[in-house]
T-cell receptor, first 114, second 115 residues
């Protein structure tokens, strides 16, 4: 596709359930980033991938959060045993290699934990 | 410690006036890049402008320009001749090349353009 695609666009889940959020980056983009944005707040860095490896996982809030990327393309962010404080918009972005390369963002997944 | 600081949580500006959105950053890297993004109420993230740490001239893109003061570690966004459509959240971000290209964002400034 032409842009970064995220699915689902909206997800409502019950507290304690696991959820999977998917990101399909722009073809050829080697870097992929996950951010979390709570209502009216800034973007909280979660994790990023260079190819299939994740040099920096420091932003993951707890061990309930994990992410993987396969084939240097699609990435999945998994949240286990969801809590109400996990409710937020999860944004994925990709970029090509190079310092000037900007991030191209998807439209996000709005997660609501009830 | 915050790496990107945007001190203005909200600003109100009259249409057609110029506006400056502040951004200061903290890094020990010599090579880094600074980005500004716009997020309208629709939620999409729109890339506006980029400044590299080694760029000698301030970046410009149409009505957007970046007032880059390296010694002060500041990268303020200037919007000339503001329009109603400029009302949005604006985020400053930094890519630290010595940190494996991790990109971090400030908390943002909400800009309101008044008719």
């Amino acid at each position: 596709g032409a842009g970064v695609s995220q699915s689902p666009s909206n997800k409502v889940t019950e507290k304690g359930k696991d959820v999977e959020l998917r990101c399909d980056p722009i073809s050829g983009h080697t870097a992929l980033y996950w951010y979390r944005q709570s209502l009216g707040q800034g973007l909280e860095f979660l994790i990023y991938f260079q190819g299939n490896s994740a040099p920096d996982k420091s932003g993951l809030p707890s061990d309930r959060f994990s992410a993987e990327r396969t084939g240097g393309s699609v990435s999945t962010l998994t949240i286990q045993r969801t809590q109400q404080e996990d409710s937020a918009v999860y944004l994925c972005a990709s970029s090509s290699t190079g310092g000037k390369s900007p991030l191209h963002f998807g439209n996000g997944t709005r997660l609501t934990v009830t | 410690a915050q790496k990107i600081t945007q001190t203005q949580p909200g600003m109100f500006v009259q249409e057609k006036e110029a506006v400056t959105l502040d951004c200061t950053y903290d890094t020990s890297d010599q090579s880094y890049g600074l980005f500004w993004y716009k997020q309208p109420s629709s939620g999409e993230m729109i890339f506006l402008i980029y400044q590299g740490s080694y760029d000698e001239q301030n970046a410009t893109e149409g009505r957007y320009s970046l007032n880059f003061q390296k010694a002060r570690k500041s990268a303020n966004l200037v919007i000339s001749a503001s329009q109603l459509g400029d009302s949005a959240m604006y985020f400053c971000a930094m890519r630290e090349r010595d940190r494996d290209d991790k990109i971090i964002f400030g908390k943002g400034t909400r800009l309101h353009i008044l008719p």
